[in-house]
């Protein structure tokens, strides 16, 4: 079966500092997507970032990037110049080639400290 | 285009109650899946379903079920409500042919 797990629930920054949140999944499957979503406080859910397993570069959106180590099983997402808006709720997600049911972490609490 | 909508936003019910929630997917996507979200367990899969079909079904008791109709807007319903069923429920919506999901609000189900 696979699994996402985020072993930080909770992590804190520093404004304009870069902060790594971490993620760990298991899966027997070569083919995958990986993704990191953002839950604001009483706010929508929205993706950060999406990682496709057979691509060896790592994905970046503007001040998020993240480190995928395929032979690892590991998927950490970076934020760089952290921002007060980046406060939040971030969960991993995985999501197998086939089908379409997405497999989340337990999520790790953002605080930005100005 | 709108985004994905929920209604209703929250809702409380008691023990022994049924309910139902509905999501409307954005416009053109035919695949509609649900969460449970809950502070302890995160989010945890329930069901998908794509051109009124149930597609995927993720570990929960039949007491949650779920349809779709023709125009792609989902509904779920859980029946028998317990305590432990209080919980935020998430709709998500996919296009064809894409692996992304789109989350809707939620709709914030208190049980007591």
């Known amino acids: 079966a696979q699994t996402v797990t985020q072993s930080q629930p909770e992590m804190s920054v520093q404004e304009a500092e870069t902060v790594t949140l971490s993620c760990t999944y298991d899966?027997?499957?070569?083919?995958?997507?990986l993704f990191w979503y953002k839950q604001p406080p009483s706010r929508q859910m929205i993706l950060v970032i999406r990682?496709?397993?057979?691509?060896?570069q790592n994905a970046t959106e503007n001040r998020f990037s993240v480190n995928f180590q395929k032979a690892a099983k590991s998927f950490s997402l970076k934020i760089s110049d952290s921002q007060l808006g980046d406060a939040a709720m971030y969960f991993c997600?995985?999501?197998?080639?086939?089908?379409?049911?997405?497999?989340f972490g337990t999520g790790t609490s953002l605080t930005v400290i100005p | 285009k709108a985004g994905v909508t929920q209604t209703p936003r929250y809702l409380i019910k008691t023990r022994g109650q049924q309910v139902t929630l509905s999501c409307s997917p954005i416009?053109?996507?035919?695949?509609v899946s649900w969460y449970q979200q809950t502070p302890g367990q995160g989010l945890q899969f329930l069901f998908e379903?794509?051109?009124?079909?149930?597609?995927n079904k993720g570990n929960f008791p039949g007491r949650f079920s779920g349809r779709q109709f023709s125009n792609s807007r989902s509904e779920m319903n859980v029946s028998t409500l317990e305590l432990g069923d209080s919980a935020l429920y998430l709709c998500?919506?996919?296009?064809?042919?894409?692996?992304?999901?789109?989350f809707g609000p939620g709709t914030r189900l208190t049980v007591t």
């Open positions: 998500a919506s996919s296009p064809d042919y894409s692996y992304e999901q789109y």
């Open positions: 899966t027997s499957e070569s083919d995958y997507y």
């Open positions: 990682q496709e397993a057979y691509k060896q």
């Open positions: 997600a995985y999501r197998m080639n086939t089908g379409n049911q997405f497999y």
């Open positions: 416009s053109g996507h035919r695949s």
């Open positions: 379903y794509f051109s009124e079909t149930q597609r």
